[in-house]
């Protein structure tokens, strides 16, 4: 018979051999563990500030452009300060009087850009932050935005130059000659069909835009001459009259250094 199947014995472990050089016998060395890694607290980049805007404006008594270009940057949220120069100075008075060939204020400083025409300003924030909506959203709408801004950028001289903008003024019973009481009339015909067409309260519906900013010098050259208007029109100028920014700018006139300038007193504009 043969002999019965046997386990075969393990093989025996495998001593862990000492490190090289170690005495005889010394015990083999315990498998090196690592230190768990530490990552390197994340450093943030420094936050890039926007670029300050600098707005140049003149009289808030008597400019009627600085009124719009402010009005427009405060419609668009940009954060700025504002450097006013004197009606003293030289070049602002001529502008005033509309003695100079060209208009150089309000001037727009910005991020290396510098604009000194309102409608250009406009252009420029309507193009740098078309969240604010600065202009009407709908495409016809922002075409007879860009019309009527135009008309007031570029017309109407007869009602500048016989209602000069001064918000110290009130005079009661002026008489309004022919040329800018076509002036008006034209004036209000626009307003009325903006109103009827978007809705009011504002030109261009529910919200100011830069329409309304451009014809809000116009409502303080009504008041302060005593020009009545029908009722569609008297409501949208009680709407600018209670614009915020408008009655800031109203306060900020009343608390400057009083400049008279005698010749804007009746007879010439700004």
């Known amino acids: 018979m043969s002999e019965p199947n046997r386990r075969k014995p393990a093989p025996p472990k495998r001593a862990q051999s000492a490190p090289a050089g170690a005495p005889a016998g010394a015990p083999a060395s315990a498998p090196k563990t690592q230190a768990p890694k530490t990552q390197a607290p994340k450093t943030q980049a420094p936050k890039t500030q926007a670029p300050k805007a600098l707005l140049r404006i003149s009289s808030r008594t008597y400019s009627s452009w600085s009124m719009r ?29 509309l003695q100079s060939s060209s208009i150089l204020i309000p001037t727009l400083e910005h991020d290396g850009a510098e604009i000194w025409d309102t409608l250009g300003i406009a252009e420029y924030l309507n193009e740098l932050l078309p969240e604010a909506g600065l202009m009407p959203a709908d495409r016809i709408a922002r075409a007879r935005s860009r019309a009527i801004c135009g008309e007031m950028h570029a017309g109407f001289h007869a009602l500048r130059s016989t209602l000069p903008m001064n918000l110290r003024a009130e005079v009661p019973g002026f008489t309004v000659w022919s040329a800018a009481r076509a002036d008006i009339e034209r004036i209000l015909f626009l307003w009325r069909g903006c109103l009827e067409t978007w809705g009011g309260p504002w030109l261009f519906g529910a919200k100011p835009t830069v329409a309304d900013a451009m014809y809000a010098p116009v409502v303080m050259r009504f008041r302060s001459y005593g020009v009545s208007l029908d009722a569609p029109c008297e409501a949208y100028a009680q709407t600018i009259l209670a614009w915020p920014d408008v009655q800031a700018w109203i306060e900020a006139a009343r608390q400057e250094p009083e400049a008279r300038i005698t010749e804007l007193e009746f007879d010439a504009e700004f």
Request: aromatic share 6%.
């Open 69 to 97: 270009g402010w009005l427009i940057l405060r419609l668009s949220g940009l954060p700025f300060t504002e450097q006013v120069v004197s009606p003293d100075d030289p070049g602002s008075r001529a502008e005033l009087l």
